[in-house]
T-cell receptor
Framework: SAVISQKPSRDICQRGTSLTIQCQVDSQVTMMFWYRQQPGQSLTLIATANQGSEATYESGFVIDKFPISRPNLTFSTLTVSNMSPEDSSIYLC??????????FGSGTRLTVV | AQSVTQLDSQVPVFEEAPVELRCNYSSSVSVYLFWYVQYPNQGLQLLLKYLSGSTLVKGINGFEAEFNKSQTSFHLRKPSVHISDTAEYFCAVSGVEDDKIIFGKGTRLHILP
């Protein structure tokens, strides 16, 4: 299965600031997915990132709040903008390798104070 | 669209006893099904997946699941649990033609000594 490196692993940020999370995959993949896991909750898909096109956002998530970059087939970033305490969550990136299922990064634990 | 229901938010079970974690799904198309495990303060790890073929799927750590199309279920089982199985377990579904997966709310497995 794919190896995904995600960083930072955790951060504590001031409200009103932004944090960019990086996701690096060890092989080329068409799509990368960004999820949010709020405390004690399940995973919710934020957006799907394709290389060379704009990300596709799920209902309730907008590009101004969660801009995504996908400059090549092995890398993506998610920015959490103008943060508030409600943005405190674990953010995970994921890829789908055919035949292997979806693989997840270890996550970024974000606390907004 | 697909949806997943995990019927139990928490399941306590004694060590070395068998366990079943229940998962039902809803979909108008053919599906792939997954079980993921999340150990405390860690990312998600794929336990097993059903893509096609045999309806009984064996995964890592002694877990198995059975796809039951008529019951729209994909229950996870282990004949004898260990304290190290303490974790959150997520059932997930994706449409065969879809590019994203939908997660259930998770079941927290408590192993009692």
């Amino acid at each position: 299965s794919a190896v995904i490196s995600q960083k930072p692993s955790r951060d504590i940020c001031q409200r009103g600031t932004s944090l960019t999370i990086q996701c690096q995959v060890d092989s080329q993949v068409t799509m990368m997915f960004w999820y949010r896991q709020q405390p004690g909750q399940s995973l919710t898909l934020i957006a799907t990132a394709n290389q060379g096109s704009e990300a596709t956002y799920e209902s309730g998530f907008v590009i101004d709040k969660f801009p995504i970059s996908r400059p090549n087939l092995t890398f993506s970033t998610l920015t959490v903008s103008n943060m508030s305490p409600e943005d405190s969550s674990i953010y995970l990136c994921s890829v789908d390798r055919e035949g292997y299922g979806y693989t997840f990064g270890s996550g970024t634990r974000l606390t907004v104070v | 669209a697909q949806s997943v229901t995990q019927l139990d938010s928490q399941v306590p079970v004694f060590e070395e006893a068998p366990v079943e974690l229940r998962c039902n799904y809803s979909s108008s198309v053919s599906v792939y099904l997954f079980w993921y495990v999340q150990y405390p303060n860690q990312g998600l790890q794929l336990l097993l997946k059903y893509l096609s073929g045999s309806t009984l799927v064996k995964g890592i750590n002694g877990f198995e699941a059975e796809f039951n199309k008529s019951q729209t279920s994909f229950h996870l089982r282990k004949p004898s649990v260990h304290i190290s199985d303490t974790a959150e377990y997520f059932c997930a579904v994706s449409g065969v033609e879809d590019d994203k997966i939908i997660f259930g709310k998770g079941t927290r497995l408590h192993i009692l000594p």
